[in-house]
């Protein structure tokens, strides 16, 4: 069976979501990193495939909602190079507009404290980024 990690990459932390059964997503971590030292991130997140038998990585791409792909969307593409250099899994862009605020309106909903919603915002970004790619893949 098919291992996928998901991926919410910010300006100095990663949030990783895993699957190991390509049907659901669930929350594995956030890795931190020094700002903007992607090269670090990309160096972390490669041990991380390896430790953890990745066969897939959904790497969540910015997009602004006319579809154009900013500055943020460009560090995406350039961390996907970084991945793909450093490990043998499949890396994947994905659309991940509206992930983030998905994240934290699940977290109020769920009557989460603040710091808490800090915490793990990126972590369930990243499961919303994997879970729509794997919804998508079964559908």
Excluded at 27 to 38: D, P, V
Excluded at 90 to 114: C, F, H, N, P, V
Aim: net charge positive; charged share 30%.
């Amino acid at each position: 069976m098919k291992r996928y990690l998901g991926l919410d990459l910010g300006s100095k932390t990663v949030g990783i979501a895993i699957s190991e059964s390509g049907i659901i997503a669930s929350t594995l971590k956030t890795i931190r990193f020094t700002e903007n030292q992607y090269e670090e991130a990309a160096k972390l997140v490669c041990e991380l495939i390896t430790e953890l038998k990745i066969d897939e990585v959904v790497l969540g791409l910015p997009k602004h909602m006319n579809n154009d792909i900013g500055i943020r969307g460009k560090i995406s593409e350039s961390f996907k190079v970084l991945l793909e250099k450093e490990s043998k899994a499949a890396i994947t862009l994905w659309d991940e507009r509206l992930s983030t605020q998905t994240a934290k309106k699940a977290m109020i909903y769920g009557s989460e404290r603040r710091k808490t919603q800090k915490a793990k915002k990126d972590e369930l970004a990243a499961v919303v980024i994997l879970q729509n790619y794997l919804d998508y893949k079964g559908a």
